[in-house]
């Protein structure tokens, strides 16, 4: 059995692969990365908090347990991914690998183009590639995003619905109503998996990522450390909020903080698409990977007070213009059962916080250093 891992060097395809060596005994783990992640938080003027390997010494790292390689490539290359899926013939694929910023998308013109074509081509690649190298019975599991839902004032359900409109009724896919071009890309990786899968017959995993928390593994952390960003670009909330926090800037909440958004641990996270990988795929299934909604202000507030109790520090929540086009208000309800099932007991997001506060807490003069890269231009403290 082989389990090719796409996006092996970011934040959650790191610690997947390593776990993925700690599970399975036998199988071959091939991880594939082209290191963009590493240039495009370069490119903005900021660094991970975490101190990591480089590329090379991760390749020795991972290389050493003797079932992993580690393959460098660009998968929006048809020649690439075509040689990779013939050579690996893989049983099983974590499609991981992205532009995974909503705000890196919305910079220009050319971040929104490079965005959808990163994405959307790479995916493609992939699912034709396995389609022509006649491996139609590969497990897809593929990353997507919850950001896709966009914000219905109405139960969220995992990825399909009833309809009943004028006397007729059918389940559906959910529609998409993306809020960024990140997200976009996202809504046509799904729609391209439903095609192959409809078509083609091939079995996705489509997991609906929601915003992940957390700053290290069982297996990724002290010398394997995933990276953690902080900046406004790549920095998800959670993450710069405890960053903000550590070195006593004000927890900076957009607008009234009053948007519920769904987040999951990094450890529930990284489970879960190991816990797919010992399955073989059945149909087209979705899994809202989400512990539940949370308020943006009530988030500050956990962290205000985790800050206080792990760190001794107080600090202030300022609220600051919202930079993004979202409703200011709303109540997310996300129905996680397909996802539940995968995890069993979920992490609490607060010991993540206080996983995130002992990881970084060393790292304090790196986070002052770059504190500038905490808000967008016009929104400095």
């Not at 529609?175 to 095609?195: E, R, V």
């Not at 899968?197 to 609906?208: A, E, F, N, T, Y």
């Not at 899994?287 to 985790?306: C, P, S």
């Given at each position: 059995?082989?389990?090719?891992?796409?996006?092996?060097?970011?934040?959650?395809?790191?610690?997947?692969?390593?776990?993925?060596?700690?599970?399975?005994?036998?199988?071959?783990?091939?991880?594939?990365?082209?290191?963009?992640?590493?240039?495009?938080?370069?490119?903005?003027?900021?660094?991970?908090?975490?101190?990591?390997?480089?590329?090379?010494?991760?390749?020795?790292?991972?290389?050493?347990?003797?079932?992993?390689?580690?393959?460098?490539?660009?998968?929006?290359?048809?020649?690439?991914?075509?040689?990779?899926?013939?050579?690996?013939?893989?049983?099983?694929?974590?499609?991981?690998?992205?532009?995974?910023?909503?705000?890196?998308?919305?910079?220009?013109?050319?971040?929104?183009?490079?965005?959808?074509?990163?994405?959307?081509?790479?995916?493609?690649?992939?699912?034709?590639?396995?389609?022509?190298?006649?491996?139609?019975?590969?497990?897809?599991?593929?990353?997507?995003?919850?950001?896709?839902?966009?914000?219905?004032?109405?139960?969220?359900?995992?990825?399909?619905?009833?309809?009943?409109?004028?006397?007729?009724?059918?389940?559906?896919?959910?529609?998409?109503?993306?809020?960024?071009?990140?997200?976009?890309?996202?809504?046509?990786?799904?729609?391209?998996?439903?095609?192959?899968?409809?078509?083609?017959?091939?079995?996705?995993?489509?997991?609906?990522?929601?915003?992940?928390?957390?700053?290290?593994?069982?297996?990724?952390?002290?010398?394997?450390?995933?990276?953690?960003?902080?900046?406004?670009?790549?920095?998800?909330v959670t993450h710069r909020f405890c960053a903000q926090a550590l070195i006593g800037y004000p927890i900076t909440v957009y607008g009234k903080g009053l948007q519920g958004k769904p987040f999951v641990t990094l450890k529930d996270c990284?489970?879960?698409?190991?816990?797919?990988?010992?399955?073989?795929?059945?149909?087209?299934?979705?899994?809202?990977?989400?512990?539940?909604?949370?308020?943006?202000?009530?988030?500050?507030?956990?962290?205000?007070?985790?800050?206080?109790?792990?760190?001794?520090?107080?600090?202030?929540?300022?609220?600051?213009?919202?930079?993004?086009?979202?409703?200011?208000?709303?109540?997310?309800?996300?129905?996680?059962?397909?996802?539940?099932?995968?995890?069993?007991?979920?992490?609490?997001?607060?010991?993540?916080?206080?996983?995130?506060?002992?990881?970084?807490?060393?790292?304090?003069?790196?986070?002052?250093?770059?504190?500038?890269?905490?808000?967008?231009?016009?929104?400095?403290?």
């Amino acid at each position: 059995m082989t389990i090719l891992v796409t996006g092996a060097d970011g934040y959650i395809g790191w610690p997947v692969l390593l776990k993925l060596a700690e599970t399975f005994s036998d199988e071959r783990i091939v991880g594939v990365d082209n290191f963009a992640r590493r240039r495009w938080v370069e490119e903005i003027g900021s660094v991970s908090a975490t101190e990591i390997l480089s590329p090379a010494e991760r390749r020795k790292k991972v290389e050493k347990i003797g079932r992993i390689s580690f393959v460098e490539g660009d998968l929006t290359s048809k020649e690439f991914v075509n040689m990779l899926v013939r050579v690996y013939q893989p049983d099983t694929i974590i499609h991981l690998a992205a532009q995974p910023s909503a705000p890196y998308s919305q910079i220009s013109w050319e971040k929104a183009v490079y965005t959808q074509f990163n994405n959307n081509i790479s995916t493609l690649n992939l699912l034709w590639a396995l389609k022509e190298n006649g491996l139609l019975d590969t497990h897809f599991i593929a990353a997507t995003t919850t950001g896709v839902y966009g914000a219905p004032e109405y139960p969220i359900p995992e990825g399909f619905y009833e309809v009943e409109y004028k006397g007729g009724r059918d389940i559906v896919p959910h529609p998409h109503m993306a809020g960024s071009f990140y997200h976009m890309s996202k809504c046509n990786d799904i729609n391209n998996m439903f095609l192959a899968h409809k078509q083609w017959g091939l079995p996705v995993s489509d997991v609906r990522v929601a915003i992940v928390t957390g700053a290290t593994t069982e297996e990724a952390k002290n010398e394997l450390s995933t990276r953690f960003d902080f900046d406004f670009y790549f920095g998800v909330v959670t993450h710069r909020f405890c960053a903000q926090a550590l070195i006593g800037y004000p927890i900076t909440v957009y607008g009234k903080g009053l948007q519920g958004k769904p987040f999951v641990t990094l450890k529930d996270c990284v489970e879960s698409f190991v816990e797919l990988a010992k399955r073989d795929g059945d149909g087209y299934r979705v899994y809202n990977q989400t512990l539940g909604a949370v308020k943006i202000v009530d988030l500050a507030r956990m962290i205000q007070e985790a800050a206080e109790e792990e760190i001794g520090l107080e600090v202030e929540v300022k609220h600051v213009p919202n930079p993004r086009v979202e409703k200011e208000e709303h109540e997310m309800v996300i129905e996680n059962e397909n996802f539940r099932k995968l995890v069993g007991k979920p992490t609490d997001l607060k010991e993540a916080i206080k996983d995130i506060f002992s990881t970084i807490e060393p790292r304090k003069k790196v986070i002052e250093a770059y504190k500038d890269r905490f808000l967008p231009k016009g929104l400095k403290k």
